[in-house]
Structure formats: structure tokens, C-alpha cells
């Protein structure tokens, strides 16, 4: 009798099941890089970056960088100025000021309007020119608030371009507006505040006495840089 010969079939091994581990396995990590990924702020994170560049920026023109809390420079807490480099003060007349997401520039010993004009004077021109040379690099990713004040004089009745000092913050900072966009910054990238009159300190008053006008740093453009919200 032949012997039959039986041919010996391959083994089959079934990987399906540790493949089936495998993959689950990746998927968990996936989704978990998912959960991080959306988890974080990307929007906050990149304004952030951008406020830390831009606050360098402004140091590097000779600003003073220092936290703005609930007490602000403008004469509603403590002494403005406070603790403030007297040399740059008096270089630049400028401090910056942190807010949140914003930053807050305020120029103290800067006078920008003669009194009662709505054009600004020079030295507020080249305060604001100063500015735009180190803030154009970041125009397109904030919006520049500008927040003209007057002093506390009232108007005089036979003015025809405003009734009131409001009415005159407002052309302020129209005219302020103007300087900054003939300096770079986009026009669309800026937006405008009258604020009417800005009180001044006792003893800042106090301070400036013996000077011809002591109202004229009360004549002022304060800027205030904000992140531009994101479209729906």
C-alpha cells in the first residue's frame, strides 16, 4: 500500500488580536493629543508672545515697562509716576503700563495741544511718531486706542468747531488719529475716544505752580494697545 503523503499546510498565526491591541492603543493616544492640542489656548499663547515682543520693543525706545493694576496712572490711586526711571521719564515722557491683554501708554510729561487748539503741537507729534517707529512691526495684530483729554478750562461760548471739551477730546483725537497713520499705522488698525476733561492731582498742581501754563499736561493723548478678537 503507497503511503500517502500529506502536505504540511503553513501555520496560520492570528495577529489579528494583538493588532487589534495595537491600534486601540493608538487611537488612546491620538485622542489624547487631541484633548491637549485643543485643551490649549492657541490664541492666547500667540498673544501673549506678541504682547511680551511688543513690551520689549517699547523698553528698547526707552519706556518704563511696569504692571498696571486697578490703580491706574490716571489719578485714580497713588502718585502717577511712582517709581518711574526719572531719566527715561524725562528722555521720553512715557510709561507703559500692563493691563490684562492690554497695554497702556501714557505720556506724562508731554504736552500734545496748545490751549484750545484741536491740532497737535509738536512736541505731541514727535511723541507720537517716537511711538508708531516701534509699534508699526505689530499693527497688523492689534488695535490702537487713542484716548485724547482736555483740561478742566470751559470752552468759550463763541466757538463754532465745539460746543464743549468732550467735543474738543473728540477732534483731539481725530487729529492725533492723523498724526499716527501719516507715521504707518493703518488706519483700520486704530479707533478713537473723547474722553473730555482730565483732573489733575493736587499735588501734581502743586508741582507745576510756578509754570506759565500748569494745565498743559492735562492736554493729553493716552494710548492704549488691545488684542484684536477673533472673527466667528
Do not use: C
Request: aromatic content about 10%.
Amino acid at each position: 500500500m503507497r503511503s500517502i503523503e500529506r502536505k504540511k499546510q503553513p501555520e496560520h498565526v492570528d495577529s489579528e488580536g494583538s493588532w487589534a491591541i495595537s491600534y486601540g492603543d493608538m487611537i488612546t493616544l491620538l485622542l489624547s493629543f487631541f484633548v491637549l492640542y485643543f485643551t490649549v489656548d492657541h490664541t492666547k499663547v500667540k498673544s501673549d508672545q506678541m504682547q511680551t515682543a511688543l513690551m520689549v520693543r517699547l523698553k528698547e525706545a526707552g519706556m518704563k515697562a511696569e504692571e498696571f493694576g486697578l490703580k491706574s496712572q490716571m489719578n485714580m490711586g497713588p502718585t502717577p509716576g511712582e517709581g518711574v526711571d526719572p531719566t527715561i521719564m524725562q528722555k521720553l515722557g512715557a510709561e507703559v503700563y500692563k493691563f490684562d491683554h492690554a497695554l497702556v501708554v501714557d505720556f506724562h510729561d508731554v504736552s500734545f495741544f496748545k490751549l484750545g487748539n484741536v491740532e497737535v503741537a509738536g512736541d505731541g507729534i514727535a511723541a507720537l511718531e517716537n511711538f508708531a517707529k516701534f509699534y508699526a512691526p505689530f499693527a497688523g495684530q492689534y488695535r490702537l486706542n487713542i484716548q485724547a483729554y482736555t483740561d478742566t478750562r470751559k470752552v468759550l461760548s463763541n466757538n463754532l468747531r465745539y460746543k464743549d471739551n468732550l467735543e474738543l477730546s473728540a477732534l483731539r483725537s481725530i487729529a492725533s488719529m492723523r498724526v499716527l497713520q501719516k507715521a504707518g499705522i493703518p488706519l483700520d488698525r486704530m479707533k478713537i475716544g473723547g474722553y473730555g476733561e482730565l483732573v489733575e492731582t493736587q499735588e501734581k498742581l502743586m508741582a507745576l505752580q510756578n509754570e506759565k501754563d500748569p494745565l498743559k499736561f492735562t492736554r493729553k493723548v493716552v494710548l492704549t494697545i488691545e488684542p484684536l478678537k477673533e472673527r466667528n
